[in-house]
């Protein structure tokens, strides 16, 4: 990732650490083995938080994703994660 990347997280923009991995909607669509639209319906509700590229486009922590996939009770080793 760019050094400076400023992504807008909700309202505020946010300064994204350069270790901190961003995966698309369809990365994480195939991790829960569910439809690209239904992640973007998770962040819309406040399940998964999203973070907006500067070209409007939704990107999803890594972190934020494993502990969703936790949660959810689904073994790690199973989704590639």
Not at 37 to 52: D, E, F, H, N
Not at 63 to 77: Q, T
Request: hydrophobic content about 30%; cysteine-free; charged content about 25%.
């Amino acid at each position: 990732m760019a050094s400076g990347f400023t992504p807008s997280y909700g309202s505020h923009p946010e300064t994204i650490p350069e270790t901190e991995h961003l995966m698309t909607p369809g990365e994480v669509a195939a991790l829960f083995r569910v439809d690209p639209k239904t992640v973007t319906r998770w962040a819309k509700s406040g399940k998964l938080a999203s973070i907006r590229t500067l070209g409007g486009h939704r990107r999803y922590r890594s972190s934020e994703v494993k502990s969703l996939l936790e949660k959810s009770g689904a073994r790690l080793g199973e989704t590639g994660f």
